[in-house]
């Protein structure tokens, strides 16, 4: 294990541990609002790479079919519950056009798009948009009326969840694999290293996704009530801070970010419909070595999970997995003991 | 449902009593999901172009996932014996899953055969017929070739499944054979985001080739990783990446890599004498009209003869048996073991009461990749 | 006679017959995998529906038991039925090291740990060559029983299903007793078994080893049906699978377990052929909608299809057949003017605030003693502290003249210290009895395998005996079978102070008894204090309402701030201007 070598495995680490970040944070973010644990978050991740791909080929996405159903499901589902609230059906009405707005628009203009085969970056812009509605409809549909749920419930339909996106995604996608084009074709040398622009890149949107989320819930007042949502959702609510929309919009920067996070491994890596899993697990590794609860944390925590994957993959490649996911039993225990009795025990 | 189905059946059995209503039942079980995906669907496609009747009988195929599960295949196998009650197995794709359906075809007294290479079955051996070569057949072709180049090192990066193991499994011997070592053997996953550590490994321990074993669009990857590592040697690929999904993903990469192949796939390069020809080019050039050019695969090659051994052996079993009889399964049987000098795409086969194998070493051919496409060596 | 007794007949009528029809050899195939799924199902029933304890990890114990077999049938020939035992020694002692890792996690942390290593065991068995990798080990042979080959039949059908009735039957009779009890306060009642002398962390290992040994069986019986085993029986799915089986047909009831396997496996199988034909290509779309299954039955019926019978299922009350029943061995009563209580300069700090400060007092025989104060004094803090349910930062306690400053709750519960609590703490689902049986948990010893095996008739019916009487004692006879949380508060109170009068205690602690009580109530309540006065009880009280404390108390403390500020009887107190001043504020 000489230097040369030893940086290569760091850089790679590092820039799979980049991307584990993003998931990380994302699985923090859903939580500390929703109490939600986002088991498929890595879906996302696939569905963004996967949509791109469709789309550089030429056709229509499978994911726009599926955003619309889920958008007409989620306006149906909006719509009586708010005529039962309140009786009147022109606002139910009002309140299920709302959510079918976006998700109408992105899947239209998709559908006019795809054949036309517009430039990488309009593309990738479609396929983000296209992902990011998905966030809020997923929690819509699957996740509102179980809000006040003990954490276990809402872990078995996330798995739940993560089953129905993983069989679609067979469906839509088929069981090969798709590689995306890079963004930025450059190669930069680093002393041993080389860096590629698409590394770089990946980098950038990381270290920029951090700061804004950091900034967000620590100095925004938006961002301080979604965190209220999580602490005590009744207080939020006498507040004013309604717990389902703090409930959407974290979905939808989830989604966003996992749709972000697609783009960006796309280039990279040989993705498949059941990519989504293994990453997102790994990033859900370093979510929880950071107590579900800290953003710097979880990228310390994915800084780690990269380097040890990537040194575990050098010295003993098959059993790179066992490594990964042993080394989360000793850091779960020291965070329960940490944290104590939960509110749910008494 | 199944007291619905028992009932019907029931029904027409009772009230038919002529044989032209029985038709001839087909299990098929393959990998179409999890990392045998690769050489399930390729079969799957093929048999959407299996003739609905054979010798005036209809034929019926019933096609299920085993999801690349020993345990599964077994489920399947066990509901097309008892359910079902099929008059022949096809199956499955994978070697374990293959395996695990044995005893039980076996047990029900019904023939498999199977798409992928199994271990001689012991007592079992009388119903299973194999078509696919094994991988040391394959195996013999690539390390001829190395041989014939002057390589003497050997590094090995494979999937770290049933496919790589049992290419690994058959390589060791054969190598050893030729006296080329094999100095590092490492494996990766279909769906990691980076092989390279495994890269730079191998890399670094600069063996005069490396042997990628993958399947379809994951054998891309590896490929990509090595060359990023600046990898010099020469690069083998297996039969499950002679594919276009190879090419479409590698790219400018993959020019020069020598993948093996049987011939199913090269119909248009054979030479005229060679006895598969005609039928490698009459699978290439349906497969290709249905699924788009450059479609060909070598698995749905297998499945192509699968459906030559069924048309030569139904009507042979019909003279004797009428379909969905104990007698039609014992005569199908007997049908594959007895029908002699048969020419498929993927070579000549000649099953007898000995040997259920298949293909002679010589049936793995070694191409190279040129301009994306695969050219015989 | 009772409706449990009356399914397990039935089921095990059924066995035999069912194997005697001439049913088409593809449905016994399908009720042999159900069978096997369900005795899986099971111990998820016990661990997670009874226990709280979520674990996605329950497949890899199946893989444990199936590889167990495989290896040495394969490798030295030893007969299955011996491999069995060699299997469940395995898994026990690997269940036995999880259990110690992640069983002290609490909240989510556990299900993430059970799919952590849930996951490594996967790729940890799919990379040891032994184990034949991701190929697993093929070639298994059928059970036999002398020359009667068991194979994948009928036979097979009765002995799956024999085994599987076996250990409902252990699970049901397990429920009704008294470590069923304890086991039952696992998911949200554990402090309250824990100052009934439950050690609650014990239970939940041994239903984890229970759950770990009975997914062990199902593995030996799939190795032996499939005849080949490998990893991804085993994996993160397979876990996910069984826990959705059992969720779908009610993870609180052992029923639930069989229905569920059944219902999955067969839609299972229905979809796999229905999906492909609709959709127009093979694979397993299955997932799909169990995927969207899972959603809607958490969402709709989160008690799963059991609970739907189980409410239209007429539900006999338990006879009561232990009145010759004897008594359980009872405590020595301290004499006349023996120090029941000492609490000597008691502390607690959280952190800058000082909750109790070195509080002292002191109980004699035979007396009623109250602790009162304004809100936020500590009153309730002190309770816990002298009760070991909260720990202190200084300060010693004497029981009976034993020092039980360092002893955890259950340690303080044995010594003969029983207490109530501010909030009702009981299990809404077992009825008053059973409930208040709990209080008499220290008295009796019957354990987990003789309650399976149902050797403990003799105690349990002297603990149901104790439980009537306590009951009777304070008035609640009538309600004996009802169940508990169909109780209006003052009744649940009284059933809190029966429970506490179970465990047979020299010193009675209630926190706010009176909470809640309409005026009527109260008087009752006092009775039965002055009552067992008379009987040589002695009894801690806190209390707000101020003429039952007045009423009934012998001798005062008053907190403030978590301050000593005044002890003395209750003429005294009502005279004090400090105690005035503390209520009410000063004059100025």
Known sequence: MDFSIASILMLDGVTNGAIYALLGLATVLVFTVTRVIFIPQGEFVAYGALTLAMLQTGKIPGTVWLLLI??????????????????????????????????????????????????????????????????????????????????????????????????????????EGFRNPPFWDERFNLGPVAVSGQTVIIFAVSLALIVLLWLYFERSLRGKALRATAVNRTGARLMGISSHSAGQLTF???????????????????????????????????????????????????????????????????????????IILPVLLVRSLRAGHSDEDH | MNFKKTLLALAITATAGTAALADVKIGVSLSLTGPGSGLGIPKQKQLTLFPKTIAGEKVELIILDDASDPGKAAANARRFVTEDKVDVIFGSSLTPTSAAITPIAFEAKTAQVSGAPI?????????????????????????????????????????????????????GPLLEQAGIKMVDVERFARTDTSVTPQALKLTAVNPDAILVVASGSGAAMPQLALAERGYKGKIYQTHAAATPDLTRIGGKTVEGTFVVSGPALLGDQLPDSHPSKKQAVNFVTNFEKSFGPNSRNQFAGHAYDFQIAMEKVIPMALKSAKPGTPEFRMAIRDGLENMGRTVFAHGVMNWTAKDHEGYTLETGVMTKVVDGKFIVQ | MKIKNFALLVLAIAIPVLALLPLPDFWIVQLNYIGLYALVCLGLVLLTGVGGLTSFGQAAFVGIGAYTTAWLTLNTGMSPWLTLFVGLAITGASALIVAA????????????????????LYYLMGNLAALGKYDGLQGLKSLSIGSLDIGQGRWFFVLTWVILLAGATALLNLLDSRPGRAIRSLKGASQMAEAMGINTFRYKVSIFLIAALLASIGGWLLAHFQLTVNPSAFGLKMGIEYLFMTVVGGIGYVWGAIVGAGLIKLLDDYLQVALPALIGTSGSYEVIVFGVAIVLVLKYLPDGLWSLVARYLPSAPRRVDWQDAGNLPSRSKPARGESVLKVDKIRKQFGGLTAVNDISFQIDAGQIVGLIGPNGAGKSTTFNLITGTLSKTRGQVLFRGQDISSLPARGIARQGMARTFQHVKMIPDMTVLENVAMGAYTRGHSGVIGAMLRINKAEEHRMMKEAQRQLERIGMGEHLHEQAGNLAMGPQRLMEIARALCSDPALLLLDEPAAGLRHKEKQDLIQVLRQLQSEGMSILLVEHDMDLVMDVCDHLVVMEFGTLLTQGTPEEIQASPAVRAAYLGTEH
């Open chain 3, 101 to 120: 890792i992640t069983l002290r996690m609490s909240g989510h942390y556990l299900p993430l740990a059970t799919i952590a290593w849930g996951l490594s």
């Open chain 2, 119 to 171: 271990a001689p079955q012991g007592d079992k051996e009388s119903f299973v017929f194999r078509l696919p070569q094994g991988f040391a057949v394959m195996g013999h072709a690539v390390v001829e070739h190395m041989k014939k180049n002057g390589v003497k090192t050997v590094g090995f990066l494979g999937y770290a499944d049933g496919y790589g193991q049992g290419w690994l499994g058959s390589m």
């Open chain 1, 252 to 326: 939808l920067m989830a989604a966003f970010i996992g749709a972000l996070s697609g783009l960006l491994i796309g280039p990279t890596t040989t993705v498949f419909y059941d990519s989504g899993f293994l990453i997102g697990l790994k990033g859900f590794v370093a979510a929880v070595i950071a107590g579900l609860s800290s953003y710097p944390g979880a990228l310390l925590g994915a800084l780690f999970v990269g380097i040890v994957e990537a040194f575990g993959a050098f010295w003993a490649s098959a059993f790179k997995e066992v490594i990964v996911f042993t």
């Open chain 1, 70 to 175: 889920m958008a007409a499901l989620a306006a149906l589902m909006e719509g009586v519950a708010r005529w039962r609230h309140n009786g009147n059906p022109g606002r139910a009405l009002k309140a299920a056009l709302k959510i079918l707005i976006f998700p109408a628009i992105v899947s239209g203009l998709s559908v006019w798009a795809a054949p036309q085969q517009f430039s990488l970056w309009v593309q990738a812009a479609l396929s983000v948009a296209i992902v990011t509605a998905f966030g809020p409809l997923v929690y819509r549909v699957a996740y509102q009326s179980l809000e006040s749920s003990p954490p276990l419930v809402l872990l078995i339909v996330s798995v739940g969840v993560h089953f129905a996106m993983t069989g679609l995604g067979l469906l839509f996608f088929g069981a």
